[in-house]
Antibody
Framework: EVQLVESGGDLVQPGGSLRLSCAAS????????MHWVRQVPGKELVWVSR????????TYADSVKGRFTISRDNAKSTLYLQMNSLRAEDTAVYYC????????????????????WGQGTLVTVSS | QSVLTQPPSVSGAPGQRVIISCTGN?????????AHWYQQLPGTAPKLLIY???NRPSGVPDRFSGSKSGTSASLAITGLQAEDESDYYC???????????FGGGTKLTVL
């Protein structure tokens, strides 16, 4: 059974740092891209960052670029999100999500979707 | 403001059919990127409902179906049941943003 368990959420002051973890089990972690998605309670889902299967390429939403760093340890089947220079607007539940893919009708372009999600961890940025 | 536009709420009586729309533009759904749908029950994580516009993962009832046309996608739910009461989100990829995007979410109320 695929399981993703986030941890590390906490109350932190503006300007502070926090590292989130996502422990994966039930699948070959090193074979999948992984993402972080956040959600202010009661609001919409917002994509944050993604990392490819071997950790060599990463992408970030503009709102976190330069402040957040996504990484992974395939030996430990764990995904991380290092969050620095935190702002009040970073307050949200952070979900890690596994991505699966298929090819479009041309067979040339991969299409990705989030097939499994963790339960989320709450990050609160406040003084 | 979300890149993909969904109605904030829809409702229907048990047994009825509802449709949730997801409107994008020529940088995402209209550019050929597929739409995917997620169900988020209150207080829980999102769950994959439809991928690749029309495909249901195993375990998802065939009461749920998806479609795509032009710059929009739709999720149809037939034979509404009380347990369908939830938030529903569409998602795609946006080439101008170089990132994954979600709709604002639609709250389904079963009357």
């Amino acid at each position: 059974e695929v399981q993703l368990v986030e941890s590390g959420g906490d109350l932190v002051q503006p300007g502070g740092s926090l590292r989130l973890s996502c422990a994966a089990s039930g699948f070959t972690f090193s074979g999948y891209w992984m993402h972080w998605v956040r959600q202010v309670p009661g609001k919409e889902l917002v994509w944050v960052s993604r990392i490819n299967s071997d950790g060599s390429t990463t992408t970030y939403a503009d709102s976190v670029k330069g402040r957040f760093t996504i990484s992974r340890d395939n030996a430990k089947s764990t995904l991380y999100l290092q969050m620095n220079s935190l702002r009040a607007e970073d307050t949200a539940v952070y979900y890690c999500a596994r991505v699966s893919y298929y090819y479009d009708s041309s067979g040339l372009s991969a299409r990705y979707y989030f097939d499994y999600w963790g339960q989320g961890t709450l990050v609160t940025v406040s003084s | 403001q979300s890149v993909l536009t969904q109605p904030p709420s829809v409702s229907g009586a048990p047994g009825q059919r509802v449709i949730i729309s997801c409107t994008g533009n020529t940088s995402n759904i209209g550019a050929g990127y597929d739409a995917h749908w997620y169900q988020q029950l209150p207080g829980t994580a999102p769950k994959l409902l439809i991928y690749g516009n029309t495909n249901r993962p195993s375990g998802v009832p065939d009461r749920f179906s998806g479609s795509k046309s032009g710059t929009s996608a739709s999720l149809a739910i037939t034979g509404l049941q009380a347990e369908d009461e939830s938030d529903y989100y569409c998602q795609s990829y946006d080439s101008s943003l170089s990132g994954w995007v979600f709709g604002g979410g639609t709250k389904l109320t079963v009357l």
